[in-house]
């Protein structure tokens, strides 16, 4: 059965930093890359970053470059997403998404999800 599982999310100032993990099970974990993707209320759902199978690529939203970083450790089937100076357009529910294909910033283009983790920044 395939699953995918965030977690790390939670309630930080603005400034402030935070981790997400995401652990996925039931799929050739070396064969897909990951994105991370969130959503505010109200809005579309947005790709934030994503890795490549080899790790040896990673792309990134321009609301997030230089503020977030994308890495993973195949051995653990796990991507994370480091996120520092926080602020209050961060504010969503990030959820990570595995594609056979090549990093996109298109949901469509992900085979599986997971249910997401919320991350609050307060101002």
């Known amino acids: 059965e395939v699953q995918i599982v965030e977690s790390g999310g939670g309630l930080v100032q603005a400034g402030g930093s935070l981790r997400l993990s995401c652990v996925a099970f039931?799929?050739?974990?070396?064969?897909?890359?990951i994105g991370w993707f969130r959503q505010a209320p109200g809005k579309e759902r947005e790709g934030v970053a994503c890795i490549s199978s080899s790790g040896g690529s990673t792309i990134y939203a321009d609301s997030v470059k230089d503020r977030f970083t994308i890495s993973s450790d195949n051995a653990k089937n796990t991507v994370y997403l480091q996120m520092n100076s926080l602020n209050s357009e961060d504010t969503a529910v990030y959820s990570c998404?595995?594609?056979?294909?090549?990093?996109?910033?298109?949901?469509?283009?992900?085979?599986?999800w997971g249910q997401g983790t919320q991350v609050t920044v307060s101002s």
């Open positions: 998404a595995a594609t056979s294909g090549y990093c996109s910033s298109y949901v469509y283009y992900y085979d599986y």
């Open positions: 039931g799929f050739t974990f070396d064969d897909y890359a």
